[in-house]
């Protein structure tokens, strides 16, 4: 089987006004808000960097530069932990940081599409494979979703989406792909549709929010007309990409939050709590008093 070019660097279009989230995203980008006790961002680089990432590629925005903050050192923060011997504090801090390098911000300068803010990054990509993570959806699972994505690549090599069963009610909110034959452990990709109309969608599968492309589909987002939203989708250009390559879907098998979303947001926090030895056993007798009082 022929060697895959390995993926090195992944994209993180956080460039989002996060308008479902008003108030709180008024001053503070949606990517910044926590889960128990890390930003959103801080999920989906950490999901990044298990599968292998180790070039982290952030298309912000106008009020976003706090993102940037964050990946860096802060200078006083750090002498005052030291001086007062903070130092598990410090040594979380240090192991969160991206090396000196790794990571690297353009701006998306006008919110056009998904597609535009990946579009953003052709140059700091270049020629090689890449990785895109949406970083409203945040995961949970044993295996990272970009280290299994990044598994199946290995053997199919070419273009590999994740996707993941939702209610047929709700396929009209995402992109939608139609199952072909089987390879690996997940399957060919036969169609993709974004957003089709209720009772139009081929399958119940829909894209999460992780992507492996081909670096071609930088020339295609170049010119590539707006579609739903009257944004530049990428599920457009990757059709265009999908009639001379080949994509493949690794189905996912986790939990997915999208943060963006209130609910979903609110989930991912109470998922994530329960997760930690620390933090469960203050919440998990409250939570469930809490539960049985609801009327
Ligand atoms: C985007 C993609 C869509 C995908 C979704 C996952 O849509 O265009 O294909 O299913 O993310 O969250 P958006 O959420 O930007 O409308």
């Known amino acids: 089987m022929a060697q895959q070019q390995k993926i ?3 994209v993180f279009p956080v460039a989002g006004l996060g308008t479902r989230f008003l108030p709180a995203t ?3 980008p949606k990517e910044m808000l ?8 801080q999920y989906v680089v950490d999901e990044a960097a298990e ?4 070039h982290f ?3 912000t925005g106008r009020g976003k530069a706090v993102i940037e903050d964050y990946f860096d050192i802060q200078y006083e923060l750090e002498q005052m932990l030291r001086e007062r011997n903070k130092n598990a504090e410090l040594t979380l801090l240090a192991g969160l940081l991206p090396k000196a390098g790794t990571a690297s911000f353009t701006r998306q300068q006008v919110p056009l599409g998904l597609g535009h803010a990946v579009w953003c990054a052709r140059d700091i990509v270049g020629g090689e494979p890449f990785a895109v993570l949406l970083p409203d959806m945040i995961m949970s699972a044993e295996k990272g979703c970009l280290k299994g994505m990044v598994e199946l690549y290995e053997k199919t090599g070419g273009n590999v989406l994740a996707v993941q069963e939702c209610d047929p009610d709700q396929a009209h909110k995402y992109g939608i792909v139609g199952v072909g034959e089987a390879v690996g452990n997940g399957f060919r990709i036969t169609q993709m ?6 009772g139009t969608a081929p399958s119940n599968l829909y894209i999460n929010g992780r992507y492996i492309l081909q670096p071609e589909i930088f020339k295609i987002l170049e010119t590539q007309e707006r579609g739903a939203g009257n944004e530049i989708q990428l599920t457009d ?22 943060c963006g979303a209130k609910d979903g947001f609110i989930l991912a926090n109470l ?4 997760q930690r030895a620390d933090i469960r056993p203050a919440i998990e007798e409250p939570l469930k008093t809490l539960i049985a009082s609801l009327k």
């Open 8 to 10: 090195r660097k992944a």
């Open 26 to 28: 008024k001053a503070v």
């Open 34 to 41: 926590t889960v128990v006790d890390k930003p959103v961002i």
């Open 51 to 54: 599968a292998g990432i180790e």
């Open 57 to 59: 590629v952030f298309v």
């Open 193 to 198: 549709v974004e957003k089709p109309p209720k």
């Open 237 to 258: 250009g990757m059709l265009t990409l999908a009639k001379s390559q080949e994509f493949s879907a690794y189905k996912f098998t986790g939990e997915t939050y999208d």
């Open 271 to 274: 998922a994530f709590a329960l």
